[in-house]
């Protein structure tokens, strides 16, 4: 979660825990809204407190937007800009 923090400038808090927490069983979640063509992200995670595994979410700021809704054309953008194209397998 770190690289792709790293790649796409994203930040996240989560109550209590330290800066860019990054759990066992945690996750990044990219939800599109076909509709809008938008993309919320959030951090799920679980601080183990009981034995029902309920997730907390909290928002995840892209910093290119400064909020944690960003149009897809944005988002594909920005993960675009941050591949090196010498790295990419093209279909002969």
């Keep these: ?3 792709l923090a790293a790649t796409l ?3 996240w808090e989560a109550k209590g825990l ?3 927490p ?3 069983g945690s996750m990044l979640r990219f939800d599109l ?5 938008t993309v919320t992200v959030s951090y799920m995670y679980t601080l ?3 034995f029902t595994g309920d997730l907390s979410t909290t928002p995840v700021t892209l910093d290119a937007v400064n909020s ?3 149009s897809l054309d944005k988002l594909r953008s920005l993960a675009l800009d941050a591949i090196d ?3 990419v397998v093209r279909d002969a």
């Design 68 to 70: 944690n809704v960003v």
């Design 48 to 50: 183990f407190t009981n």
């Design 33 to 37: 809204d076909a509709t809008t063509k």
């Design 9 to 11: 400038d994203l930040f």
């Design 85 to 87: 194209r010498e790295c």
């Design 1 to 3: 979660m770190w690289s």
């Design 22 to 24: 990054t759990l066992p």
């Design 18 to 20: 330290p800066y860019l």
